[in-house]
Structure formats: structure tokens, C-alpha cells
């Protein structure tokens, strides 16, 4: 069983940023983030891998950064250039041999 802990979630204006952070109890291979927002489907924003491989949704491309710290088990998302779409509550995700974990989620407001 896996544990991850998300902080760093608040209220930001338009064009402003956030960084999030997500700790894992332990190593877990894949590790990345979703975003919900009301009344939408859970989609992706980011992933990377124990080896650093990232993916990230056309929408966060340029403004979004995902990064990890291996030894802390950590991922992060530097979040930039935030639109009021990007409203949501965010949920980290770790992967690890073929099951899903997640975090209870943060919520990341955008407005002014």
C-alpha cells in the first residue's frame, strides 16, 4: 500500500502560480497528477517516472512543470501563467506494478 500527501493548493489570481507537492510513504514507479473539476471527467495534467520520463496534457504544456525528488519520494507541479480554467481539485497519482494510487486531493481556485 502506498500513502501519498498532497500540499501546497490555494486561491491564485489569473497569471499568477502555485507550486503543488505530493509525498509518497515509499519508491513507487510513476508518479504524477489529475485535475477534477465540477461536473468534468478526472484527467490527466502530468506524469513522470522514476527515471525522470515526463508526459504532460496539451492544455499545461509551457506553462506546467512536473518534477520529482527520488530521495524524498516527492513529486512536484510548478504551476504558471494560471487561467481561471485550470480551476480544480488536483489529486496526485503514483503508479506501481499495475495498481493506482492516490492522494485526497487539493483544491487550486483561480480567480481575482
Known amino acids: 500500500q502506498v500513502q501519498l500527501v498532497e500540499s501546497g493548493g490555494g486561491l491564485v489570481q489569473p497569471g499568477g502560480s502555485l507550486r503543488l507537492s505530493c509525498a509518497a510513504s515509499r519508491s513507487i514507479f510513476r508518479m504524477g497528477w489529475y485535475r477534477q473539476a465540477p461536473g468534468k471527467q478526472r484527467e490527466l495534467v502530468a506524469t513522470?517516472?522514476?527515471?525522470?520520463?515526463?508526459n504532460y496534457a496539451d492544455f499545461v504544456k509551457g506553462r506546467f512543470t512536473i518534477s520529482r525528488d527520488n530521495a524524498k519520494n516527492t513529486v512536484y507541479l510548478q504551476m504558471n501563467s494560471l487561467k481561471p480554467e485550470d480551476a480544480a481539485v488536483y489529486y496526485c497519482?503514483?503508479?506501481?506494478?499495475?495498481?493506482?494510487?492516490w492522494g485526497q486531493g487539493t483544491q487550486v481556485t483561480v480567480s481575482s
Open positions: 497519482n503514483g503508479w506501481q506494478q499495475f495498481r493506482d494510487y
Open positions: 513522470i517516472s522514476s527515471l525522470g520520463r515526463t
